[in-house]
């Protein structure tokens, strides 16, 4: 669970560069208080039994953990709580991970992702999100699931970001796509807004149509 959920990480601040500044902090900070989190108490834990700490997992007694590490583990370890209770920055809370979870201190094997992992973790991605296309009722959650898909095509990166961002990661991804898909994806968008404000509901009809749509941008329209 800790090595696939630092390669989620990783994965996901590939795909950060993409983003304004304004949209790409509220996901840095999204993914810092849900993905990073979760791989720190998991991590914590880890370390915990290693050196017989009795932590506990809870979120805010973290640096319990700190004065049982090595002398040379401790400033990582202050670094990385840092991020995921009060930072901002992916990346370094990254390093602070990788430098905290050297062989050197711990018998936790992280490892640098190959490009032959990197390709399956984005394929078994992708089947993930596939199987949740054709079965996901929800036009919010559907529109969620066709944004991470088409950017997983157009990146090779992950999507983890808050609902009130979704809107925005459409309209990146919209913008390499030609004029026809463009401007059917802004429509069914639109009506997937509409019917979070409660002004109605997309019809089945159109959830078919957002799923057809998607994946024909992953795998090319047929006969082409």
């Known amino acids: 669970a800790v090595v696939s959920t630092q390669s989620t990480g990783i994965q996901c601040e590939k795909g950060l560069k993409v983003f304004e500044e304004a949209i790409r902090s509220q996901i840095e900070r999204h993914i810092l208080k849900t993905l990073a989190t979760d791989l720190t108490k998991a991590t914590f834990s880890v370390l915990a039994e290693e050196y017989e700490c009795p932590f506990n997992g809870d979120t805010t007694k ?24 009060s930072g901002s920055d992916v990346v370094e809370f990254l390093e602070a991970y990788t430098s905290l979870t050297d062989p050197q201190f711990t018998q936790l094997l992280v490892r640098k992702l190959d490009k032959k992992k990197e390709r399956n973790l984005v394929f078994a991605k992708k089947q993930s999100l596939l199987e949740s296309l054709k079965s996901e009722e929800k036009s919010g959650e559907l529109l969620s699931i066709a944004s991470s898909l088409i950017f997983l095509k157009q990146h090779s990166a992950f999507l983890h970001v808050p609902g009130r961002c979704i809107s925005s990661v459409l309209r990146v991804v ?51």
């Open 62 to 85: 973290l640096d319990t953990l700190i004065p049982y590490l090595p002398k040379a583990a401790k400033p990582h370890g202050t670094s990385l709580i840092t991020s995921v209770t």
């Open 174 to 224: 919209s913008g390499d796509l030609p004029e026809e898909e463009r401007v059917l994806l802004e429509g069914l968008q639109g009506e997937g807004v509409a019917e979070r404000r409660g002004e109605g509901a997309m019809e089945e009809e159109r959830k078919a149509t957002l799923r057809g749509l998607v994946t024909d941008i992953v795998f090319g329209k047929q006969g082409e």
